[in-house]
């Protein structure tokens, strides 16, 4: 019974009533726990960036990465995004966390630009939460100024759920966001409840097909289909499509078929620490090397 009522809480959501039991009661503690000691995590340094290259399928070259945030607590240890990033939202912490992440991935990114090691462009995740904030916009004017990142070398992630939530943007804000001159993506590309209208009258450069299409294009013909689909809905369209999730060469074989332009997966490499990700550019090791190479294993 207890797991029928977890399975109906679950489906129910938060915010309908929901029945007791003790798995449950462990969870909303440990959600409190996550909730009080991510009010310090900010000021007490505990987050870090990794960041996960894009690469263009047509040259094989690191053209871009993905700035992806993790927590370090010294008592919960490594807490995975997947864990807080909700308890962020909730309690409004993603305003000042994401602000962090925009900071610190545009510097990031311009000390590399200065380095020599390319111009890449950074992508950063933005939570519909940020949105209702006033500051998203002077804040991202901000970062691009003080930092000194070119705009163009500045992606933001948002994702489908933004257009069907109740702080939805007006169109207004994307194109004043738009006008700054950096670049909008659409992350988790087919996932949410997709609606073709926003892709219209919204204006997106890039389209992220979410990783779960992908995982099978090897062995389920709809997957194949959905992801060539979104390829041809991509360009026709006049956006461009990245892979998302790619762990072997069979998947990356088949986007390269289809015309995909870029990748970024496990295949070509996890998310790094800035240095091993830096070291990576050092080395110009492009997809080339990789397929030269015997394959290491991904656990
Ligand atoms: P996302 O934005 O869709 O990021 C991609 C996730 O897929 C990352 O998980 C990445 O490590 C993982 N991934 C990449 N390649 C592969 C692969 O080949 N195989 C598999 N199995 N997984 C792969 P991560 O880092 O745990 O992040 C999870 C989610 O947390 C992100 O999904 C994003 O929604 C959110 N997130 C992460 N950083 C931030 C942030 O700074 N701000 C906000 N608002 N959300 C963030
Ligand atoms: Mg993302
Ligand atoms: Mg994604
Ligand atoms: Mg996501």
Not at 169 to 182: C, E, F, Q, T
Not at 255 to 270: A, H, N, P, T, V
Request: hydrophobic fraction near 40%.
């Amino acid at each position: 019974h207890a797991d029928i009522a977890m399975y109906r809480a679950k489906k129910l959501g938060r915010n309908n009533f929901q029945f007791y039991t003790p798995a449950m009661n462990e969870e909303s503690l440990e959600r409190v726990r996550i909730e009080s000691a991510l009010r310090n995590a900010l000021e007490r340094n505990e987050f870090v960036l990794h960041y996960q290259p894009q690469v263009d399928l047509k040259t094989g070259q690191i053209v871009g990465m993905e700035a992806l945030i993790r927590w370090k607590h010294p008592e919960l240890g490594m807490v995975p995004p997947t864990r807080f990033i909700g308890v962020a939202e909730d309690t409004g912490l993603i305003v000042p966390i994401g602000a962090w992440v925009m900071r610190t991935a545009c510097a990031q990114n311009k000390a590399w630009q200065d380095a020599g090691l390319g111009n890449l462009r950074v992508a950063v995740n933005l939570s519909a939460r940020q949105f209702s904030a006033a500051e998203l916009l002077p804040g991202i004017e901000q970062v691009l100024a003080e930092t000194g990142l070119e705009p163009s070398c500045l992606e933001l992630e948002l994702t489908e759920s933004l257009f069907m939530s109740d702080v939805t943007p007006a169109v207004d804000l994307l194109h004043r966001m738009k006008s700054l001159g950096v670049k909008l993506s659409i992350d988790d590309f087919g996932t949410g409840y997709s609606s073709f209208s926003y892709l219209s009258r919204f204006p997106i450069d890039v389209l992220k097909i979410d990783r779960s299409f992908v995982n099978d294009i090897t062995h389920d013909a709809n997957d194949a289909a959905i992801v060539a689909s979104i390829i041809t809905l991509a360009h026709n369209l006049r956006l461009s499509v990245i892979a998302e999730g790619v762990e072997t060469a069979e998947q990356l074989d088949y986007l390269r078929q289809q015309g995909c332009d870029e990748m970024q997966g496990y295949y070509f490499s996890r998310p790094l620490p800035a240095q091993d990700f830096e070291q990576l550019l050092r080395q110009r090791r492009g997809l080339a090397a990789l397929e030269d190479e015997p394959q290491v294993a991904v656990a």
